[in-house]
């Protein structure tokens, strides 16, 4: 982020308490070093991935999401995972449908021990989602929100 | 509006090394007013008492309502300031740990680049944890019944520490014996131990322990539940044997006419009946009828063993049966397999028949093995002249295992001294490094030495049987380099003994999966913390021992067992254990009746009221993945601990948006 004629895209990374949170974590340990472009949400599974964060996330200022999960038929709660895997399906054709490209939504399955696959992952994300460009879903300066129009309560309703 | 306290830790220089930590803490002081923040700091170590001193002091001097900590992962301290922040009295759940080492210090090189994603991180904390409500753990009973996956030395050892105790463990076993690898191993390194004379005695002990119910020729089919409340099912196999009318004679497998060659126990080196336990000393004392080996079974007639029997104890018309248990805790100790050697083509085994895998060498130079202990080459008379130990064969090597399989120099060693002892033969060690530590264990390796074992570094190129001279003839032929000196060698010997890998069982993706826990890339069972809790798995009451979780010799397996038993135990005494309450529940003035949700609960918690038309949540079943609260279209499904309401505002910290916006209610 130095050069300020390069884009430094800023990516929300969704991650499953139990595999992908616990990659990064090892990535950590490991001091195996990724962009530090990805800002990492936990959740408890990456079925409990309502599409709206993805949409909200895009919508203030994020060029691109990450989502990641556990390896199918690994799902700490038996098969949810799948269900991330339909709505992120369904949530690439909706983007597509609002003409925005679907690439900038990626899913990733990475177990607790893939540290080095988590940050090779997001590392190729970045890059990614910076030859896309700036998404400027938004009408503020340089294309982020500067003022929210919704509180989170109103955006859910 | 709430009053938020952040805190940024040092970490030592762990996290200050690479994200100005006081830049942090004064921008959140000053930037994050609006939010709520009222106090902010930073200190060189928030975990240590003087640092949680440092949170509790405010909660109670400047009335906090919710506190931020910006540390490491919440997965190693979130207990440690939730604990904090209950004794200032401030409800635990109001509190949020964000990782500002893990996901930053530790993973960036640049420090304005990662102290600004600091910045980020707490920023979103601070947001979330606006939204964050009062919660109580759920408090759950724990069954005082162990099972036991398992019978080799580390479960042995766990189920005799739980039973000695006083409470009840089952030990399931899949093989007609327990005893595991061990009970095929001839002597133990390095105090040259005989393996059978130190393992049976504990097997009787299982075998006759009034608290331990024994389940060998059985396997776990299933398992429902969570942690204090399993449900497991197990399938016994149809032993075809009635175990109350058995005396364990032998007059079935003495009679039985059927003689298969035995690839589980005797590693393909020796024979059983159809009708057979593994070995003598098997315990139980009971054996099985090996049905798609057995006579009757294939042609209709035979029955030797059921006309012979003295007590009438065959019973060719038995089924398997499956039972249900309840337990409290689990321990997995399911073991390894060991590689296969024929993957590696230039080794010869399989093709050059005195080219053989260390396991089956256990079996040749044990006296209970086939060869009555007598080390000889594959025509069963003559001894060895010259002997090659080949290490690492499939470990430390990237076209196999990259891991180091731990116990093969050891054994190494112990193959070396057997020979010499039993044959006198010349003895050489093909290894890459020599790996000796552990008590007594380089003695054992000086004593070795000064034996006049031969030591060549370097790592076999082939083994073939194709003279180049006289000296050859007949002889198999290793091909090294002993990178020592620099020397390319060909040394001609009567036997190669290849010591394989350990690997995971091959159907240790398919237990973890079952059991609800996760594997390595490798397939070894992976532990809750690779150096502090290397017992515990992620999924609570779940405990592995012994080889499952990485390769280990003897001493390693048995403590990892006693662990793992303690672990056990620990639960059971405490009556009860506290779970974290996410839980989804039902707004039923929302609920559409759609039953979208319906379907999507592995755990079946998610009931639907035909007369009201609206579906209910049993707090009791629901583990809290939130992914109904995710698929409800009405939005009537919330989740304490991951609510909507706690991730959208962390979405927005994140990106920094809200900064000057007034707080939200």
């Known amino acids: 982020m130095t050069n300020i004629n390069i884009f430094e895209p800023v990516i929300i990374g969704f991650t499953c308490n139990w595999c992908s949170y616990r990659a990064a974590d090892l990535a950590g340990t490991s001091r195996t070093k990724y962009a530090p472009n990805v800002r990492l949400i936990r959740l408890m599974c990456s079925g409990r991935l309502d599409p709206t964060f993805v949409f909200k996330a895009l919508a203030n200022g994020a060029d691109g999401v990450m989502i990641t999960g556990c390896h199918p038929g690994e799902c700490h709660y038996l098969e949810q995972n799948y269900k991330a895997m339909r709505r992120f399906h369904l949530m690439r054709r909706t983007l597509q449908g609002l003409g925005i490209e679907p690439a900038r939504v990626k899913l990733v399955w990475a177990s607790a021990a893939e540290g080095a696959k988590f940050a090779h992952e997001v590392t190729s994300f970045v890059e990614e989602v910076r030859a896309l460009g700036p998404l400027n879903w938004g009408s503020g300066e340089n294309g982020h929100v500067t003022e929210l129009k919704s509180t989170p309560q109103e955006a859910l309703a | ?665």
């Open chain 2, 1 to 665: 509006m709430e009053k938020i306290g952040v805190y940024v830790c040092h970490c030592g220089t762990n996290i200050a090394g690479m994200v100005d930590v006081q830049e942090v803490a004064e921008w959140a002081a000053a930037r994050l007013k609006l939010r709520g923040v009222i106090v902010a700091r930073d200190y060189k170590f928030m975990c240590s008492s003087l640092g949680q001193e440092l949170i509790e002091k405010d909660i109670q001097e400047l009335g906090l309502t919710r506190v931020v900590v910006a540390a490491c992962s919440p997965h190693l301290h979130e207990n440690t300031f939730r604990t904090a922040c209950k004794r200032a009295g401030l409800n635990p759940y109001l509190c949020e740990l964000v990782s500002i080492r893990e996901q930053v210090s530790w993973v960036h090189t640049d420090k304005d680049v990662a102290t600004a994603k600091a910045m980020a991180v707490v920023s979103g904390g601070v947001e979330r944890v606006n939204f964050q409500v009062p919660l109580e753990p759920m408090k759950v009973s724990i069954h005082p019944d162990t099972l036991v996956v398992g019978g080799g030395i580390a479960g042995i050892q766990a189920a005799l520490e739980i039973a000695d105790a006083g409470y009840k463990v089952y030990l399931v076993e899949r093989e007609p014996s327990i005893g595991g690898h061990m009970a095929q191993f001839d002597k133990t390194f390095p105090t040259l131990d005989c393996a059978a004379c130190i393992l049976t005695p504990k097997m009787v002990s299982v075998g006759t322990h009034p608290n331990i119910e024994l389940l060998t020729w059985s396997e776990v089919e299933k398992v429902d539940g969570y942690v204090g409340n399993f449900t497991a099912t197990i399938r016994k196999r149809a032993r075809y044997i009635k175990t109350d009318l058995c005396t364990g004679c032998g007059i079935c497998w003495e009679k039985c006419p059927k003689k298969v060659v035995d690839d589980v126990f005797e590693a393909g080196m020796g024979t059983r009946k159809a009708v057979y336990t593994p070995f003598a000393q098997a315990v139980p004392k009971y054996p099985v009828i090996d049905r798609p080996n057995c006579t009757y079974f294939i042609k209709g007639t035979c029955k030797a063993c059921e006309k012979f029997c003295p007590t009438n104890a065959i019973d060719f018309t038995q089924e398997d049966e499956l039972i249900t248990v309840e337990v409290g805790n689990i321990i997995l100790a399911t073991g390894y397999d060991t590689f296969d050697a024929k993957r590696i083509a230039q080794y010869g085994y399989g093709r050059l028949p005195n080219v053989i895998t260390s396991l089956e060498f256990e079996r040749l130079c044990n006296a209970a093995g086939p060869t009555n202990g007598e080390i000889l080459l594959k025509d069963g008379k003559t001894k060895p002249k010259a002997v090659g130990i080949v290490h690492c064969v499939g470990s430390r090597d990237k076209h196999y295992n990259e891991y180091c399989s731990v116990i093969c120099c050891m054994q190494g060693l112990k193959f070396a001294h057997l020979v010499h002892e039993r044959t006198g033969a010349e003895v050489y060690n093909f290894y890459i490094d020599m790996r000796t530590p552990f008590k007594g264990y380089e003695e054992f390796y000086q004593r070795v030495l000064e034996e006049g074992t031969h030591f060549i570094r370097g790592k076999v190129a082939e083994v073939n049987n194709a003279a180049r001279n006289k000296d050859e003839e007949g002889k198999l032929i290793v091909q090294v380099e002993d990178t020592l000196v620099g020397v390319q060698m060909r040394i001609p010997l009567d036997m190669v003994i290849l010591s394989v890998a350990l690997e995971p069982r091959h159907d240790s993706k398919e237990t973890a999966h079952r059991f609800g826990i996760s594997c390595s890339a490798d397939g070894w069972f992976i532990e809750k913390h690779p150096k502090l809790d290397p017992v515990a798995t992620m999924t609570e009451g779940i405990y592995i021992a012994g080889c499952v979780q990485g390769p280990k010799d003897i001493p390693a397996t048995v403590v990892q067992g006693a662990a793992a038993a303690a672990r056990a135990l620990g639960k059971i005494h405490a009556k009860e254990i506290a779970l974290e309450p996410f839980r989804a529940s039902v707004d039923e003035a929302k609920c559409s009746g759609c039953r979208i949700c319906n379907d999507l609960c592995p755990f079946n918690a998610i009931l639907f009221h035909e007369d009201r038309m609206v579906t209910e949540i049993n707090p009791a079943l629901c583990q809290g993945c939130g992914t109904c609260v995710a698929a409800c279209p009405a939005g009537a499904i919330s989740g304490t601990g991951f609510s909507n309401e706690q991730v959208i505002a962390q979405i927005e910290g994140l990106l920094l948006l809200n900064l000057d916006r007034k707080v939200p209610a």
